[in-house]
């Protein structure tokens, strides 16, 4: 482990091999040591390292490489969504993916978090198991979308100046019927068991559809495919 004058910290060796391997984003340091010691606790996770602000969450991600960054909003010097927005745009850190943690669960936040590219939002009043599963979940390629965050997104589409256009644009056109179908129900905030339910198909078959969809409209996880469902008109809020 390597200690730094701002307070970032990383690990020389790695983390265990095969673990998914993190990196905590908080510039509160007993957070980020709770927050470690729990994550640690999981065989199948390794957090690899730690920065107290945004700009050290970048450089970290960029010389690190983690399977998810754990990043929180409110930091100094660079806040977590300029963090957030700066990693996903980098195609170098495509298989890197952000989960924001933060005690302000507002529209406002969630909606700026999905469209700077993190792969889910979580509230720091969370169980402890929950972390864990929120981890495994966002390396797995999947979204961390709550019920209250899809109705968060929704809300500020519909808030809009400007609402999507009522036909579906050429982007769309390389779908299937069935591809388009599953890009709905996931923008309602459903899980692939239960759109597989809902369906009457297997949790694998609707895995492979929506992977499909997320290829060919270039999404990097289900966050992504929610905003691109509304933004062309695909979904629409009840």
Excluded at 78 to 92: F, K, M, N, Q, Y
Excluded at 153 to 162: E, G, H, I, R
Excluded at 185 to 200: F, P, Q
Aim: net charge negative.
């Amino acid at each position: 482990m390597t200690d730094h004058p701002t307070g970032e910290r990383h690990s020389t060796d790695g983390g265990e091999p095969g673990a998914l391997r993190v990196l905590l984003a908080d510039d509160q340091t007993l957070l980020r040591g709770a927050f470690r010691t729990l994550l640690d606790s999981a065989d199948d996770i390794t957090v690899i390292g730690e920065a107290g602000n945004g700009r050290e969450a970048v450089r970290l991600t960029r010389e690190l490489h983690p399977d998810v960054v754990i990043m929180d909003i409110q930091m100094p010097d660079v806040d977590g969504l300029t963090a957030t927005a700066e990693i996903c745009a980098d195609p170098a850190l495509h298989a890197s993916r952000v989960l924001i943690l933060t005690t302000y669960e507002t529209d406002e936040y969630i909606a700026q978090a999905l469209r700077a590219g993190a792969s889910g939002f979580i509230g720091k009043g969370m169980q402890a198991e929950d972390l864990i599963e929120a981890v495994r979940t966002i390396a797995a390629g999947e979204a961390l979308l709550s019920p209250t965050a899809t109705r968060s997104l929704v809300t500020q589409f519909l808030a809009a100046p400007t609402s999507p256009p009522p036909r579906q644009p050429q982007q769309l056109a390389a779908l299937t019927p069935r591809e388009r179908e599953m890009v709905g129900l996931v923008a309602t905030g459903l899980s692939n068991l239960e759109i597989a339910d809902r369906m009457y198909l297997s949790p694998f078959t609707v895995r492979a559809h929506v992977q499909r969809a997320m290829t060919k409209l270039e999404a990097r996880d289900r966050a992504q495919l929610v905003v691109i469902a509304y933004q062309t008109g695909l979904a629409r809020p009840a």
